[in-house]
């Protein structure tokens, strides 16, 4: 599962973070709109998602 819709406000931000802080204060204001069903769907996926991209040697994966 991968974050679809809900991840594109990220990418269509004009001003992309710059720094650690930003990035986490976007990440934060993002994650208020991703329901709890998609969030546990993340989560549950996680293990293999890290599986592919350990696999891939951290190259590109089907996530």
Not at 36 to 51: R, S
């Amino acid at each position: 599962e991968s974050l679809g819709c809900a991840g594109e406000g990220l990418v269509q931000r004009p001003d992309l973070p710059s720094s650690r802080k930003d990035l986490g204060e976007t990440l934060m204001q993002h994650g208020m709109e991703i329901s709890l069903v998609m969030l546990e769907k993340l989560i549950k996926t996680m293990p293999q998602q890290m599986c592919a991209v350990i696999k891939a040697k951290g190259g590109p994966t089907k996530y």
